[in-house]
């Protein structure tokens, strides 16, 4: 080789050399800024006192991710910067472009392929696609440091999951890291509130009353024990008698009452025209129905009367309350839904079985006394399981 050749060679690995540890520094910064960012949220986040304060924290984060994506972005271009972007990408809700990035470096066979798909697990929570998430979740698990990324992920499953075995592995999960950051410590509490629910889930309703009764002496939240403290109410309800209903108005059927309806099966479907869940689950509702009438089955959807009306044709503001009925009455039809309908004029029905969300399913068994609640929406086979189950028993 020439001493010509062998000095350009010489230059260009200088150059390079050079060139590469510009971009580390570089990256370091970017790194650097992007920690303190976190951590000065983690700071002020554990502090907050109200909803609003985290998401006015939350916003300013996510302003400053972006002034630094914009900063910095377009000076790196290693794995460990690309992945970096994504997760900012993320922190500001560019899903999109966080996803490209993460394809790219899962596509390559990246050294940091297992984080990339950590950050992908994230952005299929943000966009509801809990079983893709999981699955995915649980190929990476074990090959990573429990940082606050798998730790949130951890959490969303202890929280959120509709599956009870799912609630509690992730829940114990959480619970059992050695080190959790501190803006998701103040959710130990909720934690154990979701282990009442999966204990609920599975036919245990005394293990339910036990464990939100502990979660309720670990939150210091005020407005959470007012939440829970009504919750553990309700849970207290479950093997005794189904309080009385009482409606001014009834539509599709005479006057019901749970304790006329021993030997049926009863379930009490909390519900309102103007909300999008609740819309979502009458016509799960009337298919149950029909196909379960004749075996003992008996639903009544329990609505109340607000002064106005507004559902998936309309709002139609302030109504007297005779016209609201015969909103109703016309919705129902619609929904092709032929189950009893109750319209009462007042909230005491809610502040019977102690209602603080709808939609929410009251289950009765054939003595006439509660055999379980169910809040909210996405859970039409543990519904039709639960009516199956009571249908079944003496």
């Not at 006192?49 to 996510?62: F, G, H, M, T, W």
């Not at 749970?258 to 309102?272: E, G, N, S, T």
């Not at 609740?278 to 008996?298: F, H, Q, S, T």
């Not at 129902?332 to 007042?346: D, H, L, N």
Request: aromatic fraction near 8%; charge should be negative.
């Amino acid at each position: 080789m020439s001493r010509k050749l062998v000095s350009i060679l010489t230059v260009v690995l200088i150059a390079l050399s050079c060139q590469a540890g510009k971009e580390e520094e570089i990256l370091k910064k970017f790194s650097d800024e992007y920690t303190l960012i976190k951590s000065r949220y983690e700071e002020n986040v554990s502090s907050a006192n109200s909803r609003e304060q985290d998401k006015a924290l939350y916003y300013r984060k996510a302003d400053e991710c972006a002034e630094l994506l914009k900063k910095y972005g377009n000076q790196v271009s290693s794995d460990a910067a690309e992945l970096l972007k994504s997760k900012l990408n993320i922190e500001c809700s560019r899903f999109d472009d966080a996803e490209q990035i993460i394809n790219g470096l899962i596509e390559e066979d990246s050294s940091l392929i297992n984080e990339a798909k950590m950050a992908k697990v994230q952005i299929l929570i943000y966009r509801e696609k809990p079983g893709e998430a999981l699955t995915l979740l649980r190929e990476i698990q074990d090959k990573l440091e429990p940082g606050l990324e798998l730790l949130s992920a951890y959490l969303y499953f202890a929280l959120y999951s509709r599956d009870a075995g799912v609630n509690e592995e992730y829940g114990r999960k959480f619970l059992d890291s050695p080190a959790i950051p501190r803006s998701l410590s103040g959710y130990t509490a909720d934690v154990q509130r979701a282990f009442a629910f999966a204990a609920l889930r599975k036919n245990d309703p005394e293990g339910a009353v036990n464990m939100l009764e502990k979660a309720l002496t670990e939150t210091p939240a005020r407005d959470k024990k007012l939440k829970w403290e009504a919750e553990l109410t309700q849970l207290r309800l479950i093997g005794n008698a189904a309080p009385p209903i009482y409606a001014e108005t009834w539509l599709n059927s005479i006057p019901l009452d749970p304790a006329q309806l021993k030997d049926r099966v009863a379930l009490i479907a909390f519900w309102a025209p103007w909300s999008n869940p609740c819309r979502r689950v009458i016509p799960a509702l009337a298919e149950l129905y029909e196909k379960y009438k004749d075996k003992g089955l008996v639903i009544i959807g329990l609505t109340k009367l607000y002064g106005n009306y507004k559902d998936d044709t309309g709002d139609r503001g302030l109504l007297a309350d005779t016209d609201e009925i015969v909103l109703i009455k016309e919705f129902i039809a619609r929904y092709r839904a032929t189950f009893p309908v109750a319209v009462s004029v007042e909230a005491a029905n809610s502040e019977r079985y102690k209602i603080q969300d709808i939609p929410a399913m009251v289950f009765i068994d054939k003595k006439g006394k509660v055999a379980h609640i169910l809040v909210g929406t996405g859970q039409e086979a543990f519904i039709e399981d639960k009516i199956k189950q009571l249908l079944e028993e003496n």
